[in-house]
């Protein structure tokens, strides 16, 4: 990658200290995810398919639920391999300087690539877990997704035979308040966000781009497509992420800052 935009977005990530960044569906399509609202998403291709997330739908209507479940059961999340953009951000962690990855995605992929599960944010939930709307336990999806396999078509909560849902934000459903105030926190406390594979339609995620400006961070945004905050960041990306992420993380730091890492202690002599 030669371009100017480039280049400033390296100078940018060389000499910042404290990064966070959001991420959204774009870094997850190249794991074979498609993005939902994208084009060729599940939501445009299937109307039926979008029926399952939203709340009223799925608690009134058990053939809802039902088709739900056995949508899940086909989910490409379970086989998904993390890609050369998660793994771009855990080196960046690496290096002392990413504290913390906000993602709108649901498929636990940051994780999995390697990236410290307190620093990742989960915006939207994720599709790993299962909730009860009933009594509001929560339970591993693995489990729910056997008793699928095995021929039940809507497991039920194991507690209180409440209804059970993936523990992922749906339409109509209020975000997790906890970690949406540690998403602000992290916008307000970061001297970059680099913004990556989200066009930005979505509030509340989309509305920390601008807190982040605000409080005076460098704003990076990597997208195919043009955003509605594309004005408030000092630079604008349009390669593929895949690309961009690892170099930007590949960028050495520019030295003599006051939070310079010491590193990992298990490496001093
Ligand atoms: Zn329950």
Redesign the pocket.
């Known amino acids: 990658m030669a371009s100017e935009a480039c280049a400033a977005a390296r100078a940018l990530v060389a000499s910042a200290h404290r990064i966070t960044v959001l991420t959204g569906a774009g870094v997850s399509t190249d794991s074979g995810i498609p993005d939902f609202r994208g084009p060729d998403g599940l939501w445009t291709r299937d109307a039926d398919a979008g029926l399952g997330a939203t709340l009223d739908a799925y608690l009134s209507d058990p053939a809802v639920r039902r088709r739900s479940w056995r949508a899940k059961l086909d989910s490409p999340v379970w086989t998904a391999k993390p890609n050369a953009a998660h793994l771009a951000l855990v080196e960046l962690e690496r290096s002392g300087r990413l504290r913390t990855v906000v993602t709108q995605n649901i498929d636990g992929l940051h994780q999995k690539a390697g990236s410290d599960p307190h620093r990742v944010l989960e915006l939207h939930g994720t599709l790993h877990a299962t909730v009860?709307l009933?009594?509001?336990?929560t339970g591993p999806m693995r489990d729910a997704l056997k008793r699928v396999a095995d021929g039940e078509q809507e497991p039920d909560?194991p507690?209180?035979r409440?209804i059970l849902k993936s523990a992922t934000v749906s339409f109509g459903q209020e975000l997790d308040g906890e970690v949406l105030r540690r998403a602000r926190l992290a916008a307000l406390d970061c001297d970059v966000l680099l913004v990556a594979g989200t066009s930005l339609s979505v509030q509340p995620a989309a509305g920390l781009v601008p807190l982040a400006a605000k409080a005076g961070a460098q704003v990076i945004i990597c997208n195919a497509e043009p955003t509605p905050y594309d004005s408030v960041a000092a630079v604008v990306l349009h390669e593929p992420v895949a690309d961009v992420l690892p170099d930007l993380s590949s960028v050495p730091p520019s030295g003599g800052g006051r939070f310079s890492s010491w590193g990992d202690p298990s490496t001093w002599s």
Do not use: F, S
């Open positions: 009860c009933g009594c509001g336990a909560c507690r209180c409440g």
